[in-house]
């Protein structure tokens, strides 16, 4: 893992690795890869995609030069953007961009995601057969007509876990990532490397990387603002994403000064899940914690006890977030006939769990619902007349859902601004 990352076209994505991967299979760690013979052969094209950013700018909006707006004005010597002040902002895990067509439409038409400054993107796939081997980022920002980072995250080595797996076709490029969009120009774009909670290449899921974090100053025509599209792991502790976390706000600390906003799948699970056992383990805890209590006063409030350490971190170095979020409301759903049909979870919980993981979801009422995804932010505040959104019901023409996670939303002014 390096700190160094790199702005290129979609070219620096292109490899032959795939030749690789029946062979690559075989190993049980990363170690272990890592003394092949293969991996001298490789690592050159590994670390080039892992260490790489895919910038483009794809905006229609006239950009900005020395300050001023340069190119066809749209507003017709109006204030740009309507003269608002607001920084409109959504974080949505894409569940690989699978559902392309319909997650393309409802960023386009949906009233509640439409007209956004800027979008943390977690979970976008670059060739693989589950997402019709689409560049997941590209295509959308295209199609959305918005400029675009992406940051490769993994290079999987299989065509996914569970119901991913039996999809039709191969991969091509078989890239994992996430991404940051906006219709303004994005400056100093550079990626945060995080490091795994549990090695990726142990276990039935084998894949070569590590999660990173992206930022970017986006030149809003109010003002320049920092995001930050993240995403924390799942397969780890709770010290461990507080820890990612602490990696994030530390690097931030180190860049000049500005309004920033962090959103994304940030995975408060309130679970240990670094492995089956513990994830196992935590389970029955929250079973001798009350079921309808654990339901109804932590899943959806992680920061009240089992993830408090984060947002108590974030807190206390200046960031807010109470206000900015819909809290109390899930955005992962875990339904007993979903968890049925889904053979992801069977990939890593033993089969004799699942009545238990069954009765207890039935005592609250055949659902449980997590909040994973957050904003925080420092230096704004919630705009005047406005709420954070948890975006739901989103789905297809044929009644499949967009995503398995909740969109969100909320809109931001700058403190220093008013």
């Not at 075989?26 to 490789?42: L, Q, V, Y």
């Not at 993240?230 to 990696?247: G, N, P, T, W, Y």
């Not at 029955?284 to 971190?313: Q, S």
């Not at 297809?396 to 969100?408: F, K, N, R, V, Y």
Request: hydrophobic share 40%.
């Amino acid at each position: 893992m390096t700190t160094e990352s790199f702005t290129g076209p979609p070219s620096v994505l292109e490899h032959d690795l795939n030749k690789y991967f029946p062979e690559l299979l075989k190993f049980e760690s990363t170690p272990e890869m890592e003394a092949s013979a293969i991996w001298p052969e490789i690592r050159e094209d590994v670390e080039r995609i892992l260490n790489a950013l895919v910038v483009e700018d794809l905006s229609e909006p006239p950009a900005l030069a020395g300050g001023q707006w340069i190119g066809d004005d749209p507003t017709n010597g109006q204030p740009p953007h309507g003269g608002r002040s607001d920084i409109k902002a959504l974080a949505w895990n894409l569940e690989r961009g699978i559902q392309f067509e319909g997650i393309a439409d409802g960023l386009a038409n949906h009233p509640d995601l439409k007209g956004r400054d800027v979008l943390m993107l977690p979970e976008l796939d670059v060739g693989m057969a589950r997402s019709n081997n689409r560049f997941v980022a590209r295509e959308l920002a295209e199609r959305l007509k918005l400029n675009y980072a992406f940051a490769p995250i993994y290079i999987p080595l299989q065509k996914g876990s569970g119901v991913e797996a039996e999809m039709k076709g191969e991969n091509t490029l078989s890239i994992h990532g996430i991404a940051m969009m906006s219709p303004w120009p994005m400056t100093n774009v550079h990626a945060i490397p995080l490091p795994n909670g549990k090695d990726k290449m142990w276990g039935k899921e084998k894949r070569i990387g590590y999660l990173r974090a992206i930022v970017a100053d986006i030149q809003h025509p109010s003002g320049a603002f920092r995001g930050v599209s993240l995403h924390l792991d799942v397969h780890c502790s709770r010290a461990h994403r507080r820890k990612q976390v602490q990696i994030i706000l530390d690097h931030l600390d180190t860049l000049p000064p500005l309004p920033t906003i962090l959103g994304g799948d940030w995975n408060t699970t309130t679970f240990n899940a670094q492995t089956a056992t513990r994830a196992i383990l935590g389970y029955w805890r929250r079973v001798m914690m009350g079921v309808k209590n654990v339901a109804k006063n932590h899943f959806p409030h992680p920061d009240r006890y089992f993830e408090r350490n984060i947002f108590t971190d974030l807190e206390s170095r200046g960031y807010e977030y109470k206000n900015l979020n819909e809290r109390g409301v899930g955005t992962l759903h875990y339904h007993i006939e979903s968890i049925e049909k889904n053979t992801n979870l069977r990939d890593w919980v033993p089969a004799w769990c699942f009545k238990f993981i069954f009765w207890a979801a039935r005592r609250v009422g055949g659902s449980v619902s997590v909040r994973l995804d957050w904003f925080v932010a420092k230096g704004f505040k919630l705009a005047p007349g406005s709420q954070p959104r948890t975006v739901t019901n989103l789905f297809t023409s044929e009644s499949i859902p967009l995503s398995d996670h909740d969109a969100i939303t909320v809109d931001l002014v700058s403190v220093a601004r008013t």
